[in-house]
């Protein structure tokens, strides 16, 4: 069963702390993304991989950080410079670079308080 | 600065009615412009997509059309079902192999419902 898993789906933290967000897919793409979703803004860019051990930030980058040590792997950390941390986290992925064609994962929702 | 613009924020149809959300883009490089639809508390979901070749694409009720002299483009959802209320993104991104240019830019999104 092919897809994209985000874990976990709700998750909670403390004010300065970083967190990390987990992102997995086994459709064997090249690229996958991470997005930000917050009520009537859309989705916004936060970094993108378009292959291992590479990645590039997008539109909202800072104070976030990411790793893609494996090709079914992207993972997410929300550091505690993120000023603004608390919404709906969204991973993506397609089969090549250039972003045509992207399958999302369920999302997770994070609350920092 | 590229942009895609989406409208209108909301939408109340009546079943059996016809949705319509527009959007509009800037850059003329963008040759790729899908739809996706989003449940609340999921993901969202490739609906339809089109290329500046065509006017229309249709997939069942859902149907694009595309005016590449107006740099506008709209999903038309026909004998709209109470399923269909989601939020729907239009997106728009061109064909460059790699680098930023062909992430997707994506609108604001319009919140769709349909009253039964």
């Known amino acids: 069963d092919g897809g994209i898993t985000q874990s976990p789906k709700y998750l909670f933290r403390k004010e300065g702390q970083n967190v990390t967000l987990s992102c997995e897919q086994n459709l064997n793409h090249d690229a996958m993304y991470w997005y930000r979703q917050d009520p009537g803004q859309g989705l916004r860019l936060i970094y993108y991989s378009q292959i291992v051990n590479d990645f590039q930030k997008g539109d909202i980058a800072e104070g976030y950080s990411v790793s893609r040590e494996k090709k079914e792997s992207f993972p997410l950390t929300v550091t505690s410079a993120q000023k603004n941390p608390t919404a709906f986290y969204l991973c993506?992925?397609?089969?090549?670079?250039?972003?045509?064609?992207?399958?999302f994962g369920p999302g997770t929702r994070l609350t920092v308080t | 600065q590229q942009q895609v613009k989406q409208s209108p924020q909301s939408l109340i149809v009546q079943k059996g009615g016809i949705s319509i959300i527009n959007c509009a883009y800037e850059n003329t490089a963008f040759d790729y412009f899908p739809w996706y639809q989003q449940f609340p508390g999921k993901g969202p979901a490739l609906l339809i997509a089109?290329?500046?070749?065509?006017s229309e694409k249709k997939e069942g009720r859902f149907t694009i059309s595309f005016n590449k002299s107006a740099k506008q483009f709209s999903l038309h959802i026909m004998d709209s079902q109470p399923g269909d209320s989601a939020t729907y993104f239009c997106a728009a991104s061109m064909s460059t192999y790699g680098g930023s240019q062909g992430n997707l830019i994506f609108g604001k999104g319009t919140k769709l419902s349909v009253k039964p």
């Open positions: 993506a992925s397609s089969i090549a670079p250039g972003g045509r064609e992207q399958y």
């Open positions: 089109i290329r500046p070749d065509v």
